[in-house]
């Protein structure tokens, strides 16, 4: 019979320092996956309703010497309104600057009220117009007139 050779083993030198990241990555893909599942469901919208003021008819405002702000009406169809009168877009600067000129300085404040309908540009276009003719301050309302 033959000789049996004797079996070397060798010895592993140290310990093994390598880190297993499978798992690792494995737990991150699945995290990954749930944000990319839960994150569009998160952008819902709700319709927010607040509360109108309720004034008693008794009140009576105290006599101020300021002026109320200038009203500018946006119509749906993009005519402007000034003070109830309609305004050209042509001579709506020309227009604006004389009502302005009219009252003391530190009280030429305007009101934009536009409708939820108004072109956007149009608005943009009458903001930047109360600029150039003078308006010292700009409101905006988000109620229907």
């Given at each position: ?13 140290g ?36 509360p ?24 749906a169809?993009?005519?402007?309104l ?53 308006a010292?301050?700009?409101g ?6």
């Amino acid at each position: 019979m033959h000789a049996r050779r004797p079996v070397v083993v060798k010895p592993q030198s140290g310990i093994q320092s390598d880190i297993n990241v499978t798992p690792l990555v494995d737990v991150v893909l699945v995290l990954l996956i749930i944000f990319m599942v839960v994150t569009p469901l998160m952008r819902g919208e709700f319709q927010l309703q607040l509360p109108f003021a309720q004034t008693s008819p008794t009140e009576e405002p105290p006599p101020s010497k300021e002026l109320a702000p200038g009203l500018i009406r946006l119509t749906a169809d993009g005519s402007l309104l000034l003070e109830g009168e309609p305004v050209s877009e042509a001579e709506f600067v020309p227009r604006l600057r004389a009502f302005l000129e009219a009252r003391p300085k530190g009280q030429r404040g305007l009101f934009f009220q536009p409708d939820a309908r108004a072109p956007y540009t149009r608005l943009i276009s009458a903001l930047d117009g109360a600029k150039a003719a003078g308006a010292e301050a700009l409101g905006l309302s988000v109620q229907n007139p």
